[in-house]
């Protein structure tokens, strides 16, 4: 079976790298992004699936807009039976849709018509759900609105992050895919069409989106932040300056009606902070303006953070109409 895959971020690693492991599958062209600049010194960095296909001597394609018919005549060049996206980022045109003579079809990060869009795992975990999946799916010019091939759960454990749900959600999905191609090789699976009345979509993560409302309950604020973890981060301010939250935990220590936001006690390893219901949040690791990554110990370290500041309270004023 001959393939060509699209796919550009670490989630499209493991899908990719099956499809070369397995021998009766040549992967005959990877497409992906362009180079971006990345980082403080803005390095023009590839892409994650760039620098697989590379190591194993695969052709690279890096169109800016895919849609272009150039773009378009070179993939189809490759006549491929099959064409594989998993976090490609890029709408496919119609053309493109058409060429294979299996199709196109798609790993998807959620149990589809759940969490259409470009943050199905953020999502899942920020909404609090115990459970999420990897949909295979044919493609269409509609947003991950095609019909369904195959299914997957994954369950969601209460400590989970974005992190670690997004590598277990890449290799199911790249598990599932290999189950799903020789069937669909063989023309024997049946496919169901999406349920619209159940759709629910998953949008790019906004700066907004990270903001932490202080008003809100402790196990939604704490949802947020295991959404975020590691990437971008759950942000509120500390005496006006930025400051990220990448783990806390839920703890009864009452809030006596102290505001939202409230730190209530500075422990060596950790501090809790008032929220709007639910009791309070332990947290235990987390990033200041200009600094890494840390756990509050060594943040608190020389540091003195005292009882009664607030947190978020610059948040709250851009929050204000």
């Known amino acids: 079976m001959k393939i060509v895959f699209m796919g550009t971020p670490d989630f499209s690693v493991p899908v990719l790298q099956k499809l070369i492991d397995h021998e009766n599958i040549e992967v005959a062209c990877v497409v992906t992004q362009p180079d971006r600049p990345k980082g403080r010194k803005q390095v023009l960095t590839a892409p994650p699936v760039k620098k697989i296909a590379q190591k194993y001597g695969i052709p690279v394609l890096q169109p800016e807009k895919v849609r272009k018919p150039e773009a378009v005549q070179q993939i189809l060049a490759c006549r491929p039976d099959v064409l594989i996206t998993a976090a490609y980022g890029q709408i496919l045109p119609q053309p493109l849709l058409d060429g294979p003579r299996l199709g196109c079809i798609n790993v998807h990060a959620s149990l589809l018509p759940a969490y259409r869009g470009a943050a199905p795992i953020q999502k899942a975990i920020i909404d609090g759900k115990q459970e999420t999946g990897v949909t295979i799916m044919y493609m269409v010019k509609k947003l991950d609105a095609g ?4 299914q997957v759960r994954v369950p969601i454990t209460d400590d989970e992050t974005f992190g670690t749900l997004h590598d277990k959600l890449s290799e199911a999905g790249s598990r599932l895919l290999m189950k799903t191609l020789p069937d669909l090789a063989k023309g024997i699976l049946t496919p169901v ?24 309950s402790a196990s939604d604020i704490r949802n947020l932040i295991r959404g975020l973890n590691p990437f971008p981060g759950a942000h509120t301010t500390i005496n006006g300056e930025n400051f990220k939250i990448f ?57 003195s953070l005292k009882d009664g500041t607030v947190l978020g309270e610059e948040n709250e004023k851009n929050r204000r109409p």
């Open 193 to 216: 069409k999406q349920d619209e009345a159940h759709v629910t979509f998953a949008p790019s993560i906004k700066r907004a989106d990270e903001s932490i409302d202080w008003r809100r």
């Open 147 to 150: 019909d369904i091939l195959a």
């Open 247 to 303: 783990q806390a935990l839920l703890s009864d220590q009452p809030s006596a009606d102290r505001k939202p936001g409230t730190v209530l006690s500075v422990e060596q390893d950790s501090f809790s902070v008032a929220t709007g219901s639910g009791g309070c949040l332990k947290v235990i690791e987390c990033q200041p303006a200009g600094k890494k990554r840390m756990r509050v110990a060594d943040y608190l370290h020389g540091r």
